[in-house]
């Protein structure tokens, strides 16, 4: 019952613990497109950076939000790309990779094949000496509709 409402609860929680003052977030649109070619798209804020790689079939394009949220409670940050509906990406990916680069941390992260389901722990692979969150070629099965990154900084808190 309440695994659909889990990504909704995750932003909840997420906002819950953030002041709404502008400099605890950074939200971005970013268009994924198909065409089998390797893209990426990136966000900055608080003197880091995450990219979002990815290679994908299928479509025309689809919207997704790329979203980086600083929570003063847990006194860690999120880097978030999802889909922003609650229905499934028609998109097909090959690979995917959500890094973060700068004087960061790498504490967790996640990959879900849709609104609340976890991808299987063979499809991906958390790498926290890179900072990453990786497909594992040949296990992955190509759904993806939300990749989250938890990180530190290594140093006082910068402002954006």
Not at 5 to 20: G, W
Not at 102 to 123: K, R
Request: proline share 4%; aromatic share 14%; hydrophobic share 40%.
């Amino acid at each position: 019952m309440w695994g659909s409402y889990l990504p909704l609860l995750f932003y909840f929680i997420t906002f819950l613990f953030v002041s709404l003052a502008d400099e605890n977030f950074v939200i971005k649109e970013a268009v994924i497109r198909p065409g089998g070619v390797a893209r990426s798209v990136s966000i900055e804020g608080f003197g880091v950076e995450c990219k979002f790689d990815y290679t994908c079939q299928g479509g025309t394009g689809e919207e997704w939000h790329f979203s980086m949220v600083y929570s003063k409670h847990l006194n860690r940050y999120i880097c978030h790309i999802q889909r922003p509906s609650v229905s499934s990406s028609y998109l097909f990916f090959q690979k995917f990779a959500l890094a973060v680069s700068g004087p960061a941390t790498v504490i967790s992260g996640n990959a879900y094949v849709d609104e609340s389901t976890e991808l299987a722990p063979d499809e991906y692979s958390l790498d926290l000496k890179k900072n990453l969150i990786v497909q594992n070629d040949g296990n992955f099965r190509g759904h993806l509709a939300h990749v989250t990154i938890e990180f530190e900084l290594d140093s006082s808190r910068p402002d954006l």
